[in-house]
């Protein structure tokens, strides 16, 4: 089974301090991904990636950065945290294109994230 | 831009009915479709995958169906129970391997 760990299942930290957001998966997937949901505003993407360095910017990248030095692992930032950064934060890894069409995403159990 | 809509975006139903929960989006240029199951405060958990090609796809009392040029899709739950009860998200694949999700469908079941 495809196994995707999150650092944290809870987190709280005060407006201005810089978080870090662990993701390990042990499938050796290329593809990984972070996004992060609200209520009413669903899953959106924050950044994903294609390999080891690699990075691409999701639709809301503004307050992140991400960081992939292993292929395992993908790291989410907020360099100073803000109290609209109060979210769901799901990291996901999926295989590279198999073939067209199937590329299943495998979500981590998620951190809930508090900025106070 | 892609949408994604789910409806309805509740459900309660009583155990062993039948059910459909119901996905549309806007473009028909996508990879595939995925339906997860989301239990409150936990991860996603995939379900089912249709691929663009495809009509349908099946696990155990699950059902999923794609109708690409319309623009929708039905995951079919036979024979409820209590256990099912959860939000039921469907997401599609568009380039560069990204997902768009709908808002999720609440199901409940009753015993």
């Known amino acids: 089974d495809v196994k995707v760990t999150q650092s944290s299942r809870y987190l709280v930290k005060r407006t201005g301090e810089k978080v870090f957001l662990e993701c390990v998966q042990d499938m050796d997937h290329e593809n990984m991904f972070w996004y992060r949901q609200d209520p009413g505003l669903g899953l959106r993407l924050i950044y994903f990636s294609y390999d080891v360095k690699m990075k691409e910017k999701g639709d809301i990248p503004e307050g992140y950065s991400v960081s992939r030095e292993k292929k395992e692992r993908f790291s989410l930032i907020l360099e100073s945290a803000s109290t609209n950064q109060t979210s769901m934060y799901l990291c996901?890894?999926?295989?590279?294109?198999?073939?067209?069409?199937?590329?299943?995403?495998?979500f981590g159990p998620g951190t809930r994230l508090t900025v106070l | 831009k892609q949408e994604v809509t789910q409806i309805p975006a509740a459900l309660s139903v009583p155990e062993g009915e039948n059910l459909v929960l119901n996905c549309s989006f806007t473009d028909s240029a996508i990879y595939n479709l995925q339906w997860f199951r989301q239990d409150p405060g936990k991860g996603l958990t995939s379900l089912l995958l249709i691929q663009s090609s495809q009509r349908e796809q099946t696990s155990g009392r699950l059902n999923a169906s794609l109708d690409k040029s319309s623009g929708r899709s039905t995951l079919y739950i036979a024979a409820s129970q209590p256990g099912d009860s959860a939000t039921y998200l469907c997401?599609?694949?568009?380039?560069?391997?990204?997902?768009?999700f709908g808002q999720g469908t609440r199901l409940t079941i009753n015993p």
């Open positions: 996901a890894s999926s295989p590279p294109l198999a073939g067209v069409g199937y590329n299943e995403q495998f």
């Open positions: 997401a599609v694949m568009e380039g560069a391997q990204k997902l768009v």
